[in-house]
């Protein structure tokens, strides 16, 4: 591999407000453009047909687009981080990014907090007699904590490309898209006294979490 390792999310410069409207605008347009296609391919007037073939193959370009677009590569030699995560773990980061705009708090603690939601992290904490219960609350505890610290979009940014970073790291062998597993992983390694403090009482690490991981079959490491 070669090439700076970096991770930049474009989105998550926008507000949660810019991206509903976004979303929502996106999503009325092809609604109404989809529609119009079907109407006017079964019209008899050859020059709506034309435009309906038109609409049709451009709703089938973008649609092909995205789906190239949310796959994220097989191999990476470099660059964005951002290309080689997986859908979900995109998910799970917008979801942690606006519980910490709104709520206020530390990013990285909300990103465990959706996290240990995952099936399998609860299977591998299972695996390691781990109380997730306990873990959710002491976790829960930290969060409350914090709960009137306002960290800035340039701070939340740092810390999320410095966990994936790590995440991409940590990965022995093979690497492999940016799973949520591996972001877990990744989370004591960050500049984070509570996060390190949380694994560290529950004996959460590198090692351990990949050897339960390999152990279930969730993942390959």
């Not at 990965?171 to 403090?197: C, G, M, W, Y």
Request: hydrophobic share 45%; glycine share 6%; aromatic share 12%.
């Amino acid at each position: 591999m070669s090439g700076e390792l970096y991770f930049r999310y474009p989105i998550l410069d926008l507000t949660y407000g810019q991206r509903f409207i976004r979303r929502t605008g996106y999503t009325t347009l092809h609604i109404i453009l989809a529609v119009a296609a079907v109407v006017m391919l079964f019209s008899d007037v050859s020059n709506l047909f034309l435009l309906g073939v038109l609409a049709s193959a451009y709703l089938l370009f973008r649609f092909g687009i995205k789906l190239i677009r949310s796959k994220p590569r097989i191999r990476f030699r470099g660059g964005n981080l951002l290309e080689f995560t997986a859908p979900r773990t995109k998910k799970i980061i917008l979801a942690a990014y606006d519980r910490s705009v709104f709520l206020g708090g530390s990013f990285l603690l909300y990103l465990a907090r959706e996290l240990i939601e995952e099936p399998m992290i609860i299977r591998v904490l299972k695996g390691l007699d781990v109380g997730r219960d306990e873990f959710i609350s002491k976790l829960e505890a930290y969060l409350a904590d914090e709960r009137g610290i306002k960290e800035t979009n340039i701070w939340r940014q740092a810390k999320l490309e410095e966990a994936m970073i790590q995440a991409f790291i940590l990965q022995e062998s093979e690497k492999s898209p940016i799973s949520p597993f591996h972001l877990f992983v990744a989370l004591p390694h960050t500049d984070n006294e509570k996060v390190r403090r949380l694994f560290v009482l529950f004996g959460l690490g590198t090692d351990n979490l990949t050897r339960a991981a390999r152990y279930h079959s969730l993942i390959s490491v």
